[in-house]
């Protein structure tokens, strides 16, 4: 089955090991536009180029971009950095991402409206650029499923099922957030094996990751370098997220596990020195450099390693196998 990148098409049989949740810069919606001197983008796209190199030497073949509206996705800016690291292939989402409030564009329009603009971006493509999305993305935070949340929600429910395009979600783990998102897309007929809950590696508690994969899905275990700091006291130690895995791993639940880091390039929520301090081992890299030692040396095998880096996220894009 092809998919398309940023830069043409790949099979999915060579999508080879997959960085399923990542992020090559996180902008906030319009502040670019509006305040443009705060923003040295050809430096930007220098940086995130020779980070993502990085990956090149461990094997990672493809890389997900799930930034959308409500991250400042820009197609174009995305382009420039995948033309200059040819090794790696690059899907990116459509869909949007909110804990609460819609932009006003979408509060006065129905969940099929904004279902269409999904579907457009993945047949006709993205921003004019005729690349088209092939993964579908929404969010559920601490606030629950709001009304805004609820349409979003919906919306993606909808334009998955017209395209087949899966969905891979955000959510607050501690608030088991992710068993409200399944309860509303089965309620839109959406298949729980096309769905990663995101994040759920920010949670320890194995019932809930048993029931969400119980119920299905896959589990993003995606957050690997964000670790329990005082400024960020909701996520695990390095030590906790793997033992987590490696446990589920040991119970077997390889199939149903996606790793990945939520790593930003360049993310404008914070100073980016403020960032590297906060989370020093946020890397495109951290996954082979820390993280399968760690998880082999907990016994997690190579089979289950390659299952959870590359067949999971194959299975996941094709659809239909499971
Ligand atoms: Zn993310």
Same mark, same amino acid.
């Given at each position: 089955?092809?998919?398309? &990148?940023?830069?043409? #098409?790949? %099979? /999915?049989?060579?999508?080879?090991?997959?960085?399923?949740?990542?992020?090559?810069?996180?902008?906030?919606?319009?502040v670019?536009?509006a305040?443009?001197?705060?923003y040295?983008?050809?430096?930007? =796209?220098? %940086?995130?180029? +020779?980070?993502? !190199?990085?990956?090149? +030497?461990?094997?990672?073949? &493809?890389m @997900?971009?799930?930034?959308?509206?409500?991250?400042?996705?820009?197609?174009?800016?995305?382009?420039?950095?995948?033309?200059?690291?040819?090794?790696?292939?690059?899907?990116?989402?459509?869909?949007?991402?909110?804990?609460?409030?819609?932009?006003?564009?979408?509060?006065?329009?129905?969940?099929?409206?904004?279902?269409?603009?999904? @579907?457009?971006?993945?047949?006709?493509?993205?921003?004019?650029?005729?690349? !088209?999305?092939?993964?579908?993305?929404?969010?559920?935070? #601490?606030?629950? $499923?709001?009304?805004?949340?609820?349409? =979003?929600?919906?919306?993606v429910?909808?334009?998955?099922?017209? &395209?087949?395009?899966?969905?891979?979600?955000? &959510?607050?783990?501690?608030? +088991?957030?992710?068993?409200?998102?399944?309860?509303?897309?089965?309620?839109?007929?959406?298949?729980?094996? +096309?769905?990663?809950?995101?994040?759920?590696?920010?949670?320890?508690?194995?019932?809930?990751?048993?029931?969400?994969?119980?119920?299905?899905?896959?589990?993003?275990?995606?957050?690997?370098?964000?670790?329990?700091?005082?400024?960020?006291?909701? *996520?695990?130690?390095? #030590?906790?997220?793997?033992? /987590?895995?490696?446990?589920?791993?040991?119970?077997?639940?390889?199939?149903?596990?996606?790793?990945?880091? %939520?790593?930003?390039?360049?993310? %404008?929520? *914070?100073?980016?020195?403020?960032?590297?301090?906060?989370?020093?081992?946020?890397?495109?890299?951290?996954? *082979?450099?820390?993280?399968?030692?760690?998880? !082999?040396?907990?016994?997690?095998t190579?089979?289950? $390693?390659?299952?959870?880096? $590359?067949?999971?996220?194959r !299975?996941?894009? #094709?659809?239909?196998?499971?």
């Amino acid at each position: 089955m092809k998919l398309p &990148t940023l830069t043409g #098409e790949v %099979d /999915t049989s060579e999508l080879g090991i997959t960085l399923m949740h990542e992020h090559l810069m996180v902008l906030s919606d319009g502040v670019p536009e509006a305040f443009p001197h705060a923003y040295d983008l050809d430096a930007i =796209v220098e %940086d995130v180029v +020779r980070q993502v !190199r990085q990956v090149i +030497r461990h094997g990672v073949r &493809t890389m @997900v971009d799930l930034s959308v509206l409500g991250l400042g996705r820009r197609i174009s800016l995305m382009q420039r950095i995948a033309a200059q690291v040819p090794e790696v292939n690059f899907i990116v989402a459509t869909g949007l991402y909110t804990y609460n409030e819609l932009p006003h564009y979408f509060q006065n329009r129905d969940i099929d409206h904004m279902a269409e603009m999904f @579907v457009r971006d993945i047949r006709q493509g993205i921003q004019g650029t005729g690349v !088209r999305a092939a993964v579908l993305k929404c969010a559920t935070d #601490e606030p629950g $499923v709001t009304p805004g949340v609820e349409k =979003v929600l919906r919306a993606v429910a909808r334009a998955h099922l017209q &395209t087949g395009v899966p969905i891979y979600t955000h &959510t607050h783990a501690g608030t +088991r957030r992710g068993l409200e998102q399944q309860r509303i897309f089965q309620e839109e007929g959406v298949d729980l094996s +096309r769905v990663v809950i995101g994040h759920s590696g920010d949670s320890e508690d194995l019932g809930y990751l048993i029931a969400l994969i119980e119920n299905g899905s896959y589990v993003g275990m995606d957050r690997f370098g964000l670790y329990h700091h005082e400024a960020m006291p909701i *996520f695990p130690t390095f #030590e906790g997220r793997v033992r /987590t895995v490696a446990e589920l791993c040991k119970r077997g639940y390889a199939e149903r596990i996606i790793l990945s880091h %939520d790593c930003c390039g360049f993310i %404008d929520w *914070f100073p980016m020195e403020v960032v590297r301090q906060l989370a020093p081992r946020w890397s495109y890299t951290h996954i *082979f450099e820390d993280v399968i030692p760690a998880l !082999r040396e907990q016994g997690v095998t190579e089979a289950q $390693v390659q299952q959870m880096l $590359v067949e999971n996220p194959r !299975r996941f894009f #094709e659809g239909g196998a499971s």
